[in-house]
């Protein structure tokens, strides 16, 4: 079985910055795709980033030129840096990923449990 795990979140002050973590572990082939949603209270969970197993990004346009995604394959971690945060910033960020368990099976998505972002004066 495959686990993410979100770590970072915290409460910080308007333009502050957080670092957000999420490692995978378990027993699998290879993990592709690897992104951050988030969700805000009384709104649909949104795509922030996204990430390729190549490193290629793609960004919400609503957090372009403010996060930065990044990936480390030998730690299967995916990594989210948000900066000059913003109180509609605040939300549950959580990291999906997609991945494959065997060489000859198909990929199948995998959801972390959520890390609160809060960003409060």
């Known amino acids: 079985q495959v686990q993410l795990m979100e770590s970072g979140g915290d409460l910080v002050q308007p333009g502050g910055s957080l670092r957000l973590s999420c490692a995978a572990s378990?027993?699998?082939?290879?993990?592709?795709?690897m992104v951050w949603y988030r969700q805000a209270p009384g709104k649909q969970r949104e795509l922030v980033a996204r990430i390729s197993s190549r490193g290629t990004a793609y960004y919400a346009d609503s957090v372009k030129g403010q996060f930065t995604i990044s990936r480390d394959t030998a730690k299967n971690t995916v990594y989210l840096q948000l900066n000059r945060l913003k109180p509609e910033d605040t939300a549950v960020y959580y990291c999906?990923?997609?991945?494959?368990?065997?060489?000859?099976?198909?990929?199948?998505?995998?959801w972390g449990q959520g890390t609160q972002v809060t960003v409060s004066s």
């Open positions: 378990g027993r699998f082939f290879r993990i592709n795709d």
């Open positions: 999906n990923a997609d991945v494959q368990l065997l060489a000859i099976s198909g990929a199948r998505q995998y």
